[in-house]
C-alpha cells in the first residue's frame, strides 16, 4: 500500500519551547495528560477572563494565498462551562504577527461542542474564505500566516488546564490523502492518518465504525491501483473551507485501474448553496430592513451572494455582494456586512423597496458538501448499491458508472458519457431552470427514477445536439408540464387585461416558472425571448404572466402585453423533466419503456420525442405448446379495423410469439388472434408505461376436424 498526504505540519506540539505561548496571561503547559497527535498538547487554564494558547514563529510562516486548510486540533475539557457560541465562547485565530493581524472565527461553545473522539475537536479553516471570517482585527497577510490560536471564556472557575491545541496542519484546500497500489479500502486511510500517532493529521478520524473526512480522499493515480471496498461509511462534516474541499475522487488514468465501491454510504454534514427569489418591491419591508421570504431557511451567520438577477431595482443592496443574513424569523431576515454584526444583531443594511417589482435572489455560500470527482478514462470506477446523501457535485467519466445507487439532495451530476443505471434520484437541490444531470449522451441514463426537489429544477440537461438517442425505463415524478403554445394575436393574447389563452390547457398553478420562447418568431407581445416569468393560472386555458413568484402568486402587477401577428410562441416549464440547452440543433428523445419525459427548449433549440414500447403476443394451446403461424392483430380501440388503425398485424413465428413496437402508452387497444382449427379470441388491453405483454391460449375449434 502508499498513502501520501498533501499538506504542511506547521507544528507537532510536543515541546513548549519559544514558539508556544499563554494567550491572555499566565504561561502555557506541556500537556502530556492529554494530547491527539504524538505525546502531548500545549494546554492552558482558562476561567472567566479570554485566555487560551497560541502559537507563533516570527521565522517561518506559510502562503496561503493559494486556498489551503488549516486543521486546528482543539480541545476544552470543561466544556460545560464555556459560554455558548458566539463572541465570547470558544475562538480560533490565524494571522500574520503576533497577536496583531488575524482573522477570529467563533468555533463553539457549551451548546455547540460536538467533540468525535477523546474530546478533541478537528476543525478545518479556509482562511481565504470570507464568508467564515466572523472578526478581522489588523490587516493579516496570507501570504505570510505564521499565527493560529485558541481562545475561551468559561462561566465560572476551573481547577486545571482545561484548554488545550495540538498539532497544527495545513492542507492544499480540495485535497487530502492519496491511495495508490493494490487491494485498498478505506481502512487504509484511517490506517495512515488517525491510526499513525505521529501522523493524526486529522483528514480521517472514526467513532463508532464511522469514518469522517476533513479532506478528500482521492483514490489512484499514474500509478495502476486496485481499490475494492463494501459497505463503508463515510461522513463529510461541516466545516469553515471553501466549495470543492471535502469529498471523494477516483484517478483513472491508468488502464489497469479499477475502483469497486459497493453497499457503501456517503454522506455530506456540510451547507448547502440554498437559493431564494424575492419581489423587489413587495418583499422588501424598508421599515424594518428586512427580506420577507416565507420559509427562508438561513441561519443567522449564512453568508449570501445578492444578484438583481439582471434586472435594475435599487433596493440598498449591491449586484454581486457578499452579506451575511441574521434569522428575525422563520419568514424574515436582515442583511449585514459582517458575520460578527449578523450575530451580534448589529444594525442591518437599510433597504428600500424598488420601483418596478423583479425578480432578486440571494444564495448562500460557500457550497460545503462534498464532490464525487472521478477523472480519466483507462481505467474504471464502479459503485453497486451505494447511497451519495448531500453531495455537491458528482463529476463522471467515460469510465465511470454507478448502478443501482441512491442519490439524495444533490446539485449537479455532470455525466461525460459515465452511465446512471437502476439509480432512485431525489430532493435535488437546484431551483427553476437548473438541471440536476447533465449529459451529452442521453442514452447513458437508463431505468433511474427521478422525483424532483421541493425548489424546482430539472432532472436533465442535454447540453449537445448528439444527445438525442434511446432514453429507457426512466420514470420522472413531480416536474413540471409540458410547453403552452399560444398565438401572438388576440386569439391567445387579451392586451386589454393581460391575458394569455394557451391552446390547450396549460397545466400550471399560481407561482408555476416558465420561460418564454418565440420560437423563431419576430413578433413583438412584451416579452422579452429566453426569460423567467411566473404563472398566475386564471382557468385551466388562460393565464397572466408575472416578474416574480410574489406578484403571480397574489395576480397582481401582470405584465403589459400586446398582440402581433399570428406567430405560435411558447411558455416553457422551468421545472420540465428535461431541458434541451443546445441553443441551436434538434435533439430526438426516443423513450422506450417508460413515459415521454415533459422537456423545456432553450431559445433555439428543438426537441423531438418518440415513444417505442413492445408490444408482444405469445399464443399457446391449451396444453401451452407454441403456436406458429397464428395471426395477431392489435388495434386502437377507438377508430375502424383497417390498416390505419392496426398497431401490430403479424403471425407467429416457431416460439408462438408475434411482436413490435409502438409509440404510445395509457392507450386502449382491441387484440386478435385466430389460426385455422382453432376458436378465435378477441379481447381489450392497455399499453402501459412498460408496454403490453399478453399469452393468449386457443383453443380446438369443434366444428374443424
Known sequence: MAVAWDGTRVNDADAVGSVWNDYGGGACTLEQDFYYQGNASISEQVKTSENGV???????????????????????STNQLLNVEGSTGAILECGSGEQSAYYRYYAFGSDTYDPPRGGWLLLPVDPNVTAWRDETIGSPSLSAVDYYAIAATMTGSVKSQNVAMDAIDIVNAGKGLTWTGSSGTFQEFVDYDEGTSSLRYGIVYTLTGISYCNGRLTIGSSTATTFTDEGAVIVFPSGRYGAGHVGIAADLQNASTAVDVTDCTFRGDGQSDLKRFFDSISQVDATNDELDITAHGYTTGDAVLYSKQGGSDAIGLTDATEYWVENVTANSISL????????????????????????????RQPDTRPDLAVTGTSGTFDATGCSFDRFRQIGMTSGATLTGCKILGSKTINLNQGQLDTCEISTQTSVEGEALVVTSDISDIADCEFTAGVNGGHAIEINSTSGGSGFS??????????????????????ASSEVITTDAAHLMTDGHPVYYNKEGGSAAVGLTDGALYYVNAITSTTLSLHRSRWDAELDQNRINLSTSGAETHSLYSGNAAVYNSTSSGTVTIAVTNAAKPTYRNAVGATTTITLSVPVKITVKDNDLNAIQGARCYVQLAAGPFDDSNHILREETNASGVAEDTHDATGVSVTVRVRKKGYLPVMQTQTISASGLDITIQLANDPFVE
Do not use: M
Open 54 to 76: 497560541y502559537y507563533y514563529d516570527s521565522g517561518t510562516s506559510n502562503d496561503l494565498t493559494t486556498p489551503k486548510v488549516i486543521i486546528f486540533k482543539v480541545l476544552v
Open 336 to 363: 449585514h456586512t459582517s458575520r460578527q454584526n449578523a450575530i451580534t444583531s448589529a444594525t442591518p443594511v437599510n433597504l428600500s423597496a424598488g420601483s418596478s417589482g423583479e425578480n432578486h435572489s440571494i444564495r
Open 473 to 494: 425505463g426512466n420514470v420522472f415524478t413531480d416536474y413540471g408540464p409540458n410547453p403552452a403554445t399560444f398565438s401572438t394575436d388576440n386569439t391567445g393574447i387579451d
